[in-house]
């Protein structure tokens, strides 16, 4: 396998040399749906024959058709339903039902993306059949193995011939793990790639106006199961959010965990606007104009700080270290604390720049696929 190395620049050339070549994405939950989208759009330019699977591990609409809608992209080729169940039963049907589809297809190089069970599930069935598979967002830790999320980097990075990383600190993890310099490409990050690309439409859907939200609101998400699943965290974090509530408008568009969690422990949220979750296009539309964000996302750890917006993490770390470094990120592990790290946030005058996080990560994947053909 040739390497390509480190990748700067828009793709190019390098581009070209994708025609003929095969792609299958194996995308199944809402994150991998950004970051799918710039690959995607690229594999397209350059020629490459494409196969979107999608793995069903989200179903709705607002969870998952609504996001193709919404990041222009076509419809998966094939849905494998897999639908919600314990992380075993999930990751098990996911494998059995996608090694036909792979056995099939036989693709040049199968993608993968972030951190879901799908993704740790393709991966490993790939592995099997000796068919090669890139990793899209390879490298990130949180060294935190109480994360089912951890625990799925883990294994895909551990398995994958060709590591793409969306920042520096993702390519020295990969190296202290002993994984080969020739498999690590970082190409930038391929989210903000979508974020870029989709914040003209966002303006565009007068989403907030339509809501009725304030130029200067808190935006919340919070869905992990660190935070949701533990009826004493939960409702601490209810309490916190119902203060805040007295002094801004606080808008907090819930998963369907999070809510399910609410009505289990009978948790109502005093002066906070509760909404169903909100499609991408919305959720940028909010957050571009939000005074703060709290949240536990990977996702709008980063977009935060792409756009410039303070953003305050309920987690005690993050895989995404650079948002910090960086960024307009804070991690905030006690809720209690939130009150007083909301008084301190303040907007930068310019949105912090990462490097390769210009738009263009999407191409560097293709070229990196091309390149290590
Ligand atoms: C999954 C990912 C997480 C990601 C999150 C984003 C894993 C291990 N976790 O967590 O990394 O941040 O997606 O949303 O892969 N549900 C619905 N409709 C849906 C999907 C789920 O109602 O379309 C409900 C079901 O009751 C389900 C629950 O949400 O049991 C949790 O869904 P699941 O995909 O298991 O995990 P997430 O919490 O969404």
Avoid at 26 to 54: D, E, I, S
Avoid at 89 to 116: F, K, N
Avoid at 169 to 198: H, P, T
Avoid at 318 to 325: D, N, Q
Wanted: with cysteine; hydrophobic share 45%.
């Amino acid at each position: 396998m040739v390497s390509a190395g480190n990748l700067t620049g828009g793709g190019g050339v390098l581009l070209a040399h994708g025609r003929g070549m095969k792609l299958m994405h194996v995308v199944g939950a809402r994150p991998n749906f950004p970051k799918l989208a710039p690959v995607l759009r690229a594999g397209g330019l350059a020629g490459a024959t494409q196969m979107v699977v999608h793995t069903g591990q989200h179903y709705d609409d607002a969870m998952s058709d609504g996001f193709f809608r919404d990041l222009g992209i076509p419809a998966p080729d094939l849905n494998l339903a897999v639908g919600s169940a314990t992380h075993a039963v999930q990751t098990a049907r996911i494998m059995e039902r996608i090694e036909p589809v792979l056995i099939a297809e036989r693709p040049d190089w199968m993608l993968v993306y972030g951190d879901v069970n799908s993704t740790m599930a393709a991966a490993i069935v790939a592995s099997k059949l000796g068919i090669r598979f890139a990793h899209v967002e390879a490298g990130l830790r949180s060294f935190d193995r109480s994360m089912p999320e951890e625990i799925n980097r883990i294994v895909t990075d551990r398995l994958a011939d060709l590591l793409l990383t969306p920042s520096r600190d993702a390519d020295a993890q990969l190296r202290a793990e002993g994984v080969a310099d020739e498999k690590i490409v970082f190409v930038g990050n391929v989210m903000i790639d979508s974020l870029f690309y989709a914040l003209p439409a966002a303006r565009a859907t007068g989403f907030r106006a339509k809501m009725g939200v304030n130029g200067s609101a808190v935006v919340v998400t919070l869905h992990r199961p660190s935070n949701v699943d533990d009826p004493g965290r939960i409702k601490m974090l209810a309490t916190v959010l119902s203060e805040v509530g007295r002094d801004r408008e606080v808008v907090f568009p819930a998963h369907p965990r999070t809510r399910q969690r609410l009505e289990e422990a009978g948790l109502k949220l005093d002066r906070v606007r509760m909404l169903e979750p909100v499609g991408y296009l919305e959720m940028l539309d909010l957050v571009e104009n939000a005074f703060a964000v709290i949240t536990d996302s990977g996702g709008l750890q980063e977009e935060t700080t792409a756009l410039g917006i303070p953003c305050l993490t309920v987690r005690p770390n993050t895989e995404r270290p650079i948002t910090v470094t960086e960024g307009t990120n804070r991690l905030v592990p006690n809720p209690h604390d939130i009150i007083a790290e909301l008084e301190q946030v303040c907007r930068p005058a310019v949105a912090p720049r990462p490097e390769g996080w210009d738009g263009h990560a999407g191409e560097r994947v293709i070229t990196a696929l091309a390149h290590s053909l």
